[in-house]
Protein backbone atom coordinates (compact mmCIF):
# COMPACT_ATOMS: atom_id res chain seq x y z
CA UNK A 1 0.00 0.00 0.00
CA UNK A 2 2.69 2.42 1.22
CA UNK A 3 4.64 1.62 -2.11
CA UNK A 4 1.44 1.98 -4.29
CA UNK A 5 1.57 5.44 -2.69
CA UNK A 6 5.19 6.78 -3.20
CA UNK A 7 4.65 5.44 -7.09
CA UNK A 8 0.94 7.96 -7.11
CA UNK A 9 3.06 10.67 -5.42
CA UNK A 10 6.19 10.69 -7.75
CA UNK A 11 4.11 9.95 -10.80
CA UNK A 12 1.71 13.33 -9.47
CA UNK A 13 5.51 15.00 -9.36
CA UNK A 14 6.50 14.01 -12.70
CA UNK A 15 3.24 15.65 -14.42
CA UNK A 16 3.41 18.70 -12.18
CA UNK A 17 7.48 19.28 -13.29
CA UNK A 18 6.43 18.54 -16.83
CA UNK A 19 3.71 20.69 -16.76
CA UNK A 20 5.81 23.58 -15.01
CA UNK A 21 8.63 23.03 -18.11
CA UNK A 22 6.10 23.53 -20.34
CA UNK A 23 4.46 26.73 -19.21
CA UNK A 24 8.57 28.17 -18.69
CA UNK A 25 9.17 26.58 -22.60
CA UNK A 26 5.99 28.88 -23.16
CA UNK A 27 6.58 31.70 -21.21
CA UNK A 28 10.16 32.25 -22.97
CA UNK A 29 10.08 35.69 -25.08
CA UNK A 30 12.24 38.14 -26.74
CA UNK A 31 12.83 40.51 -29.36
CA UNK A 32 15.33 42.10 -31.49
CA UNK A 33 16.21 45.76 -30.68
CA UNK A 34 18.32 46.04 -34.57
CA UNK A 35 18.53 43.45 -36.55
CA UNK A 36 21.19 45.04 -38.81
CA UNK A 37 22.52 43.22 -42.21
CA UNK A 38 25.68 44.24 -44.55
CA UNK A 39 25.80 42.98 -47.90
CA UNK A 40 28.87 43.68 -49.65
CA UNK A 41 29.07 42.23 -53.03
CA UNK A 42 33.07 41.66 -53.98
CA UNK A 43 34.56 41.48 -57.25
CA UNK A 44 34.75 37.90 -58.02
CA UNK A 45 31.02 37.77 -57.47
CA UNK A 46 30.45 36.61 -54.02
CA UNK A 47 28.99 38.58 -51.12
CA UNK A 48 30.04 39.04 -48.00
CA UNK A 49 27.35 39.03 -45.39
CA UNK A 50 27.57 40.51 -41.61
CA UNK A 51 24.08 40.08 -39.40
CA UNK A 52 24.50 42.16 -36.71
CA UNK A 53 21.55 41.32 -33.64
CA UNK A 54 20.90 42.63 -30.74
CA UNK A 55 18.30 40.87 -28.26
CA UNK A 56 16.60 41.56 -25.90
CA UNK A 57 16.03 38.65 -23.89
CA UNK A 58 12.70 39.37 -21.65
CA UNK A 59 11.48 36.51 -19.69
CA UNK A 60 12.75 32.92 -19.44
CA UNK A 61 16.44 31.44 -19.40
CA UNK A 62 18.03 30.94 -23.27
CA UNK A 63 21.60 29.25 -23.47
CA UNK A 64 21.80 28.94 -27.59
CA UNK A 65 20.48 30.91 -30.52
CA UNK A 66 19.70 29.74 -34.14
CA UNK A 67 20.03 31.16 -37.73
CA UNK A 68 18.95 29.15 -41.17
CA UNK A 69 19.70 29.91 -44.38
CA UNK A 70 18.32 28.45 -46.99
CA UNK A 71 20.27 27.30 -49.54
CA UNK A 72 18.34 26.51 -53.05
CA UNK A 73 19.60 30.03 -54.89
CA UNK A 74 23.59 29.61 -54.07
CA UNK A 75 25.81 27.60 -54.68
CA UNK A 76 27.53 27.53 -51.23
CA UNK A 77 28.16 29.55 -47.77
CA UNK A 78 31.74 29.62 -46.58
CA UNK A 79 33.97 31.14 -43.51
CA UNK A 80 31.12 31.18 -41.11
CA UNK A 81 32.10 33.16 -38.74
CA UNK A 82 30.38 33.73 -34.86
CA UNK A 83 30.82 36.65 -32.23
CA UNK A 84 29.79 38.54 -29.00
CA UNK A 85 29.99 41.97 -28.38
CA UNK A 86 31.05 42.42 -25.07
CA UNK A 87 31.61 46.07 -23.55
CA UNK A 88 32.14 47.39 -27.09
CA UNK A 89 34.96 44.52 -27.24
CA UNK A 90 33.94 41.81 -29.74
CA UNK A 91 34.42 38.53 -28.56
CA UNK A 92 34.57 35.64 -31.37
CA UNK A 93 33.32 32.27 -30.86
CA UNK A 94 34.63 28.77 -30.83
CA UNK A 95 33.68 27.30 -34.31
CA UNK A 96 32.58 23.33 -34.09
CA UNK A 97 32.04 23.32 -30.15
CA UNK A 98 28.82 23.06 -28.21
CA UNK A 99 30.18 24.50 -24.97
CA UNK A 100 29.90 28.23 -23.96
CA UNK A 101 31.01 30.96 -26.29
CA UNK A 102 31.39 28.20 -29.16
CA UNK A 103 28.45 27.74 -32.62
CA UNK A 104 28.34 24.95 -34.70
CA UNK A 105 27.44 24.43 -38.68
CA UNK A 106 25.20 21.86 -40.29
CA UNK A 107 23.03 21.25 -43.40
CA UNK A 108 19.61 20.18 -42.86
CA UNK A 109 16.72 19.95 -45.51
CA UNK A 110 18.50 22.31 -47.96
CA UNK A 111 19.19 24.97 -45.05
CA UNK A 112 22.50 25.77 -43.31
CA UNK A 113 21.54 26.00 -39.52
CA UNK A 114 24.05 28.07 -37.45
CA UNK A 115 23.46 27.56 -33.76
CA UNK A 116 25.45 29.72 -31.35
CA UNK A 117 26.51 29.15 -27.58
CA UNK A 118 26.21 31.44 -24.52
CA UNK A 119 25.70 31.24 -20.44
CA UNK A 120 22.17 31.34 -19.23
CA UNK A 121 20.59 34.49 -20.50
CA UNK A 122 17.47 35.86 -19.22
CA UNK A 123 16.64 39.33 -18.66
CA UNK A 124 19.16 41.17 -21.01
CA UNK A 125 20.05 42.41 -23.99
CA UNK A 126 23.00 40.84 -26.19
CA UNK A 127 24.57 42.05 -29.09
CA UNK A 128 25.76 38.82 -31.59
CA UNK A 129 27.76 39.45 -35.01
CA UNK A 130 27.70 36.83 -37.77
CA UNK A 131 29.74 36.48 -40.61
CA UNK A 132 29.51 34.24 -43.60
CA UNK A 133 30.50 34.52 -47.33
CA UNK A 134 27.91 33.43 -50.25
CA UNK A 135 29.06 31.92 -53.11
CA UNK A 136 27.23 31.94 -56.30
CA UNK A 137 24.61 34.33 -55.07
CA UNK A 138 24.59 36.77 -57.38
CA UNK A 139 22.14 36.51 -60.34
CA UNK A 140 23.81 37.34 -63.66
CA UNK A 141 21.32 39.26 -66.68
CA UNK A 142 22.56 41.22 -70.00
CA UNK A 143 20.45 43.85 -68.25
CA UNK A 144 22.36 44.13 -65.02
CA UNK A 145 23.41 42.39 -62.18
CA UNK A 146 21.25 41.39 -59.22
CA UNK A 147 21.89 41.41 -55.33
CA UNK A 148 18.89 39.33 -54.60
CA UNK A 149 18.61 38.32 -50.56
CA UNK A 150 16.08 37.75 -47.91
CA UNK A 151 18.09 39.62 -45.16
CA UNK A 152 15.31 39.30 -42.20
CA UNK A 153 13.92 35.45 -42.29
CA UNK A 154 10.64 34.51 -41.75
CA UNK A 155 11.46 31.84 -39.55
CA UNK A 156 11.20 33.74 -36.45
CA UNK A 157 8.83 33.67 -33.11
CA UNK A 158 9.41 37.04 -31.85
CA UNK A 159 9.87 40.52 -33.82
CA UNK A 160 11.82 43.15 -34.80
CA UNK A 161 12.60 46.63 -33.52
CA UNK A 162 13.80 48.18 -36.49
CA UNK A 163 16.05 46.75 -38.89
CA UNK A 164 18.92 48.86 -41.37
CA UNK A 165 19.88 46.80 -44.57
CA UNK A 166 23.08 47.91 -46.26
CA UNK A 167 23.98 46.79 -49.75
CA UNK A 168 27.48 47.67 -50.95
CA UNK A 169 27.86 47.30 -54.87
CA UNK A 170 31.08 46.60 -56.21
CA UNK A 171 31.40 50.00 -57.62
CA UNK A 172 30.05 53.59 -56.93
CA UNK A 173 26.99 54.00 -59.33
CA UNK A 174 25.01 56.85 -60.07
CA UNK A 175 21.28 56.51 -58.35
CA UNK A 176 20.41 56.14 -62.48
CA UNK A 177 22.11 53.11 -63.19
CA UNK A 178 21.09 51.52 -59.84
CA UNK A 179 17.45 49.87 -59.74
CA UNK A 180 16.16 48.82 -56.15
CA UNK A 181 13.41 47.40 -54.65
CA UNK A 182 12.07 45.59 -51.16
CA UNK A 183 9.54 42.70 -50.98
CA UNK A 184 7.88 41.43 -47.62
CA UNK A 185 7.87 43.86 -44.84
CA UNK A 186 7.42 47.66 -45.80
CA UNK A 187 10.77 49.39 -45.53
CA UNK A 188 12.58 52.78 -47.44
CA UNK A 189 15.51 53.15 -48.69
CA UNK A 190 18.19 55.64 -49.51
CA UNK A 191 21.37 56.08 -50.95
CA UNK A 192 24.53 57.30 -49.00
CA UNK A 193 27.55 59.19 -49.53
CA UNK A 194 29.29 56.05 -49.97
CA UNK A 195 27.55 54.68 -52.90
CA UNK A 196 25.58 51.96 -50.32
CA UNK A 197 21.60 51.31 -50.90
CA UNK A 198 20.27 51.25 -47.14
CA UNK A 199 17.11 49.88 -46.45
CA UNK A 200 15.76 50.83 -43.18
CA UNK A 201 12.25 49.01 -41.45
CA UNK A 202 10.12 49.22 -38.27
CA UNK A 203 8.17 47.15 -36.33
CA UNK A 204 8.83 43.41 -38.28
CA UNK A 205 6.42 41.09 -37.09
CA UNK A 206 6.89 37.40 -36.01
CA UNK A 207 7.16 35.29 -39.26
CA UNK A 208 7.27 38.02 -41.52
CA UNK A 209 10.27 38.63 -43.86
CA UNK A 210 12.09 41.19 -45.56
CA UNK A 211 13.78 40.51 -48.91
CA UNK A 212 15.64 43.82 -50.56
CA UNK A 213 16.72 44.02 -54.52
CA UNK A 214 19.55 45.64 -55.85
CA UNK A 215 20.47 45.66 -59.75
CA UNK A 216 23.80 47.35 -60.77
CA UNK A 217 25.62 47.48 -64.39
CA UNK A 218 26.45 43.89 -65.63
CA UNK A 219 30.12 43.65 -66.40
CA UNK A 220 31.85 45.11 -63.48
CA UNK A 221 32.43 41.70 -61.09
CA UNK A 222 33.36 38.18 -62.84
CA UNK A 223 31.24 35.51 -62.83
CA UNK A 224 28.71 33.39 -64.57
CA UNK A 225 24.99 31.96 -63.77
CA UNK A 226 25.03 29.78 -61.11
CA UNK A 227 23.14 26.65 -62.26
CA UNK A 228 20.52 27.33 -59.69
CA UNK A 229 19.82 30.71 -61.64
CA UNK A 230 19.57 28.58 -64.61
CA UNK A 231 17.15 26.22 -63.78
CA UNK A 232 15.28 29.24 -62.01
CA UNK A 233 14.98 31.64 -64.87
CA UNK A 234 13.84 28.53 -66.91
CA UNK A 235 11.23 28.10 -64.79
CA UNK A 236 10.35 31.90 -64.52
CA UNK A 237 10.04 31.61 -68.78
CA UNK A 238 8.44 28.14 -69.19
CA UNK A 239 6.04 28.53 -65.91
CA UNK A 240 3.54 30.34 -67.07
CA UNK A 241 3.38 29.03 -70.36
CA UNK A 242 3.24 25.49 -69.12
CA UNK A 243 0.11 26.77 -66.56
CA UNK A 244 -1.49 28.09 -69.62
CA UNK A 245 -0.97 25.02 -72.20
CA UNK A 246 -1.53 22.21 -68.94
CA UNK A 247 -4.55 24.07 -67.81
CA UNK A 248 -6.18 24.53 -71.02
CA UNK A 249 -5.57 20.79 -71.96
CA UNK A 250 -6.72 19.94 -69.01
CA UNK A 251 -9.68 22.01 -69.31
CA UNK A 252 -10.74 20.71 -72.76
CA UNK A 253 -10.54 16.96 -71.43
CA UNK A 254 -12.65 18.02 -68.61
CA UNK A 255 -15.14 19.25 -70.86
CA UNK A 256 -14.21 16.67 -73.86
CA UNK A 257 -13.61 13.17 -72.27
CA UNK A 258 -17.65 12.82 -70.55
CA UNK A 259 -18.62 14.72 -74.08
CA UNK A 260 -16.59 12.09 -75.75
CA UNK A 261 -17.66 9.37 -73.76
CA UNK A 262 -21.43 10.07 -73.79
CA UNK A 263 -20.95 9.69 -77.59
CA UNK A 264 -19.17 6.27 -77.11
CA UNK A 265 -22.33 5.12 -75.25
CA UNK A 266 -24.88 6.71 -77.58
CA UNK A 267 -22.87 5.08 -80.96
CA UNK A 268 -22.09 1.70 -78.94
CA UNK A 269 -23.94 1.56 -75.32
CA UNK A 270 -27.89 3.13 -76.66
CA UNK A 271 -30.10 1.13 -77.80
CA UNK A 272 -31.00 1.87 -81.74
CA UNK A 273 -34.83 3.44 -81.62
CA UNK A 274 -37.70 0.98 -82.72
CA UNK A 275 -40.69 1.61 -84.17
CA UNK A 276 -43.81 2.19 -82.50
CA UNK A 277 -44.82 0.17 -79.57
CA UNK A 278 -47.91 -0.54 -77.50
CA UNK A 279 -47.58 1.31 -73.98
CA UNK A 280 -49.17 -2.02 -72.47
CA UNK A 281 -49.02 -5.41 -74.53
CA UNK A 282 -51.83 -7.52 -72.72
CA UNK A 283 -50.06 -10.83 -73.89
CA UNK A 284 -46.78 -11.96 -73.54
CA UNK A 285 -45.49 -10.56 -77.69
CA UNK A 286 -43.57 -14.20 -78.21
CA UNK A 287 -43.08 -17.29 -76.55
CA UNK A 288 -39.53 -16.48 -75.01
CA UNK A 289 -39.14 -17.97 -71.48
CA UNK A 290 -39.55 -15.45 -68.78
CA UNK A 291 -36.23 -15.67 -67.34
CA UNK A 292 -34.92 -14.80 -70.75
CA UNK A 293 -36.93 -12.55 -71.53
CA UNK A 294 -36.05 -10.84 -67.98
CA UNK A 295 -32.15 -10.96 -69.01
CA UNK A 296 -33.50 -8.99 -72.48
CA UNK A 297 -34.97 -6.52 -70.71
CA UNK A 298 -32.70 -5.42 -68.33
CA UNK A 299 -29.46 -6.88 -69.60
CA UNK A 300 -28.72 -8.46 -65.83
CA UNK A 301 -29.31 -12.27 -65.03
CA UNK A 302 -30.06 -12.14 -61.95
CA UNK A 303 -31.96 -13.83 -59.07
CA UNK A 304 -35.44 -12.86 -60.54
CA UNK A 305 -34.62 -14.50 -63.66
CA UNK A 306 -33.61 -17.93 -62.04
CA UNK A 307 -36.75 -17.79 -59.92
CA UNK A 308 -38.61 -17.18 -62.76
CA UNK A 309 -37.16 -19.63 -64.83
CA UNK A 310 -37.96 -22.09 -61.91
CA UNK A 311 -41.86 -21.29 -62.58
CA UNK A 312 -41.48 -21.47 -65.91
CA UNK A 313 -40.64 -25.30 -65.57
CA UNK A 314 -43.11 -26.09 -63.52
CA UNK A 315 -45.60 -24.27 -66.38
CA UNK A 316 -43.65 -26.81 -68.80
CA UNK A 317 -44.53 -30.26 -66.83
CA UNK A 318 -41.15 -30.70 -66.21
CA UNK A 319 -40.88 -30.21 -62.55
CA UNK A 320 -44.17 -29.92 -60.04
CA UNK A 321 -43.75 -27.63 -56.93
CA UNK A 322 -46.33 -28.05 -54.01
CA UNK A 323 -46.20 -25.64 -50.92
CA UNK A 324 -46.41 -26.50 -47.48
CA UNK A 325 -47.37 -24.71 -44.51
CA UNK A 326 -46.01 -25.84 -41.58
CA UNK A 327 -48.29 -24.24 -38.41
CA UNK A 328 -46.53 -23.49 -34.89
CA UNK A 329 -47.79 -23.54 -31.49
CA UNK A 330 -49.92 -19.97 -30.50
CA UNK A 331 -48.51 -19.22 -34.19
CA UNK A 332 -44.75 -19.03 -33.01
CA UNK A 333 -42.93 -21.26 -35.35
CA UNK A 334 -45.39 -21.34 -38.57
CA UNK A 335 -43.76 -21.03 -41.63
CA UNK A 336 -44.26 -22.26 -45.51
CA UNK A 337 -41.72 -24.60 -47.43
CA UNK A 338 -41.89 -25.72 -51.16
CA UNK A 339 -41.38 -29.45 -51.99
CA UNK A 340 -40.13 -29.96 -55.59
CA UNK A 341 -40.87 -32.67 -57.64
CA UNK A 342 -39.07 -33.90 -60.95
CA UNK A 343 -41.73 -34.97 -63.50
CA UNK A 344 -40.87 -34.94 -66.90
CA UNK A 345 -36.55 -33.72 -67.32
CA UNK A 346 -36.82 -34.05 -70.83
CA UNK A 347 -39.09 -31.14 -71.25
CA UNK A 348 -35.99 -28.95 -69.82
CA UNK A 349 -34.59 -28.23 -73.06
CA UNK A 350 -31.90 -25.11 -72.64
CA UNK A 351 -28.55 -25.15 -71.38
CA UNK A 352 -29.73 -23.39 -68.19
CA UNK A 353 -32.99 -25.15 -67.71
CA UNK A 354 -30.93 -28.74 -67.50
CA UNK A 355 -28.27 -26.88 -64.91
CA UNK A 356 -31.59 -25.68 -63.01
CA UNK A 357 -33.00 -29.01 -62.87
CA UNK A 358 -29.53 -30.68 -62.20
CA UNK A 359 -28.53 -27.98 -59.00
CA UNK A 360 -32.30 -28.23 -57.45
CA UNK A 361 -32.44 -32.51 -57.55
CA UNK A 362 -28.76 -33.69 -57.76
CA UNK A 363 -30.40 -36.80 -58.92
CA UNK A 364 -33.10 -36.90 -56.33
CA UNK A 365 -36.91 -36.93 -57.82
CA UNK A 366 -37.86 -34.99 -54.98
CA UNK A 367 -36.60 -32.09 -53.05
CA UNK A 368 -37.21 -29.41 -50.35
CA UNK A 369 -36.49 -25.97 -50.71
CA UNK A 370 -35.13 -25.60 -47.32
CA UNK A 371 -32.67 -28.08 -47.87
CA UNK A 372 -31.15 -25.63 -50.40
CA UNK A 373 -30.28 -23.06 -48.31
CA UNK A 374 -26.77 -22.61 -48.48
CA UNK A 375 -26.26 -24.64 -51.00
CA UNK A 376 -28.13 -22.92 -54.44
CA UNK A 377 -26.40 -20.18 -54.12
CA UNK A 378 -23.09 -21.60 -55.66
CA UNK A 379 -25.14 -22.62 -58.80
CA UNK A 380 -26.20 -19.17 -59.66
CA UNK A 381 -22.94 -17.93 -61.59
CA UNK A 382 -23.21 -20.57 -64.05
CA UNK A 383 -26.93 -20.10 -64.27
CA UNK A 384 -26.35 -16.33 -64.83
CA UNK A 385 -23.50 -17.43 -67.81
CA UNK A 386 -25.84 -19.74 -69.11
CA UNK A 387 -28.56 -17.23 -69.08
CA UNK A 388 -26.74 -14.48 -70.62
CA UNK A 389 -25.71 -17.23 -73.73
CA UNK A 390 -29.70 -17.34 -74.56
CA UNK A 391 -29.75 -14.09 -75.54
CA UNK A 392 -26.25 -14.09 -77.33
CA UNK A 393 -28.24 -17.23 -78.96
CA UNK A 394 -31.44 -15.47 -80.00
CA UNK A 395 -29.26 -12.83 -81.59
CA UNK A 396 -30.46 -9.92 -79.23
CA UNK A 397 -26.97 -9.29 -78.33
CA UNK A 398 -23.87 -9.45 -80.19
CA UNK A 399 -21.52 -11.09 -77.09
CA UNK A 400 -22.63 -12.08 -73.58
CA UNK A 401 -23.52 -8.32 -71.81
CA UNK A 402 -21.89 -10.01 -68.40
CA UNK A 403 -18.72 -10.06 -70.67
CA UNK A 404 -18.86 -6.90 -72.45
CA UNK A 405 -19.15 -5.07 -69.17
CA UNK A 406 -16.38 -6.82 -67.57
CA UNK A 407 -14.43 -5.89 -70.32
CA UNK A 408 -15.59 -2.34 -70.13
CA UNK A 409 -14.72 -1.91 -66.67
CA UNK A 410 -11.30 -3.44 -66.80
CA UNK A 411 -10.23 -1.24 -69.77
CA UNK A 412 -11.65 1.65 -67.60
CA UNK A 413 -9.92 1.06 -64.67
CA UNK A 414 -6.87 -0.20 -66.47
CA UNK A 415 -7.17 3.75 -67.71
CA UNK A 416 -7.62 5.16 -64.48
CA UNK A 417 -4.52 3.72 -63.14
CA UNK A 418 -2.82 5.01 -65.97
CA UNK A 419 -4.32 8.43 -66.21
CA UNK A 420 -3.28 8.88 -62.34
CA UNK A 421 0.02 7.51 -63.29
CA UNK A 422 0.83 10.12 -66.09
CA UNK A 423 -1.02 12.63 -63.63
CA UNK A 424 1.90 11.76 -61.16
CA UNK A 425 4.78 11.40 -63.96
CA UNK A 426 3.97 14.99 -65.76
CA UNK A 427 3.54 16.48 -62.17
CA UNK A 428 7.08 14.99 -61.03
CA UNK A 429 8.95 15.23 -64.46
CA UNK A 430 7.61 19.11 -65.28
CA UNK A 431 6.19 20.01 -61.96
CA UNK A 432 8.72 22.20 -60.84
CA UNK A 433 7.83 24.57 -64.05
CA UNK A 434 3.99 24.31 -63.04
CA UNK A 435 2.07 22.35 -60.44
CA UNK A 436 -0.80 22.99 -63.80
CA UNK A 437 1.54 19.93 -65.11
CA UNK A 438 -0.91 17.27 -63.75
CA UNK A 439 -4.05 18.59 -65.14
CA UNK A 440 -4.23 16.41 -68.03
CA UNK A 441 -3.74 13.20 -65.85
CA UNK A 442 -6.27 14.29 -63.79
CA UNK A 443 -8.91 15.42 -66.41
CA UNK A 444 -8.40 11.79 -67.40
CA UNK A 445 -9.52 10.03 -64.36
CA UNK A 446 -12.79 11.83 -64.06
CA UNK A 447 -13.10 10.54 -67.81
CA UNK A 448 -12.06 7.29 -67.12
CA UNK A 449 -14.75 7.11 -64.40
CA UNK A 450 -17.21 8.18 -66.70
CA UNK A 451 -16.04 4.97 -69.07
CA UNK A 452 -16.53 2.76 -66.26
CA UNK A 453 -20.16 4.03 -65.21
CA UNK A 454 -20.72 3.50 -68.94
CA UNK A 455 -19.23 0.03 -68.69
CA UNK A 456 -22.28 -0.91 -66.84
CA UNK A 457 -24.82 -0.03 -69.42
CA UNK A 458 -23.37 -2.44 -72.28
CA UNK A 459 -23.80 -3.86 -74.67
CA UNK A 460 -26.07 -2.43 -77.14
CA UNK A 461 -28.60 -4.83 -78.19
CA UNK A 462 -29.43 -5.94 -82.40
CA UNK A 463 -32.11 -4.50 -83.95
CA UNK A 464 -33.61 -7.50 -83.62
CA UNK A 465 -32.84 -7.61 -79.81
CA UNK A 466 -33.85 -3.82 -79.13
CA UNK A 467 -37.57 -4.59 -80.86
CA UNK A 468 -37.86 -7.50 -78.70
CA UNK A 469 -36.99 -5.38 -75.46
CA UNK A 470 -39.50 -2.69 -76.28
CA UNK A 471 -42.20 -5.18 -76.59
CA UNK A 472 -41.30 -6.97 -73.13
CA UNK A 473 -40.99 -4.06 -71.59
CA UNK A 474 -44.43 -3.28 -72.45
CA UNK A 475 -45.65 -6.53 -71.82
CA UNK A 476 -44.08 -6.13 -68.21
CA UNK A 477 -45.49 -2.48 -67.46
CA UNK A 478 -49.04 -4.37 -67.81
CA UNK A 479 -47.84 -6.81 -65.25
CA UNK A 480 -46.80 -3.66 -63.20
CA UNK A 481 -50.28 -1.80 -63.56
CA UNK A 482 -52.10 -5.64 -62.62
CA UNK A 483 -50.12 -5.92 -59.60
CA UNK A 484 -50.83 -2.22 -58.29
CA UNK A 485 -53.90 -1.62 -59.38
CA UNK A 486 -55.71 -4.84 -60.76
CA UNK A 487 -56.63 -8.00 -59.94
CA UNK A 488 -53.44 -10.35 -59.58
CA UNK A 489 -54.79 -13.42 -59.32
CA UNK A 490 -57.02 -12.62 -62.88
CA UNK A 491 -53.56 -13.30 -64.62
CA UNK A 492 -51.73 -15.59 -62.38
CA UNK A 493 -52.13 -18.49 -63.39
CA UNK A 494 -51.82 -17.12 -67.29
CA UNK A 495 -48.83 -15.53 -66.44
CA UNK A 496 -47.33 -16.59 -63.10
CA UNK A 497 -43.62 -17.39 -64.77
CA UNK A 498 -43.14 -13.79 -65.71
CA UNK A 499 -44.53 -12.15 -62.52
CA UNK A 500 -41.31 -12.42 -60.84
CA UNK A 501 -39.38 -10.07 -63.07
Not at 47 to 65: H, K, P, S
Not at 251 to 269: I, N
Not at 452 to 457: C, E, K, L, S, T
Request: proline share 6%; net charge negative; charged share 25%.
Amino acid sequence: MRRHLWLGLLLALFVILGSWGAAQAQDKSLFWERYDVDIDVQQNSDMLVEELQQIAFTNGTFRFGFRSIPLDRVEGITDVQVSEIIDGVERPYTPGSTDQFGFTTSINDGELEITWYFPPTGNSTHTYVIRYLVNGGLRFYEGGDQVWWKAIPADRNFPVRSSRVTVSPPANFPQDQLVVASYGAPATNYYDDQGRVVFEAQDISADEELEVRVEFPAGVVQGNPAAWQTSFDRKQTWGPVFSVVFGALGLMLVVGGPLAVYLLWYTQGRDRPVGLVAEYITEPPSDLPAGVAGTLVDEKADVKDIVASIVDLARKGAIRMQEEKKEGFLGIGSGRDFTFYLEDPSKATRPYEKTLIKEVFGGRKERRMSDLRQKFYSAIPKLSRELYQEVVTEEFVPRSPDTTRRLWSGVGCAALVASGVLAFFLLGILGIFSPWAACPGAALVTTMVGFMVIGRFMPRKTPKGAEEAAKWEAFKRYLQTIEKHGDLEEVQDKFEEYLPY
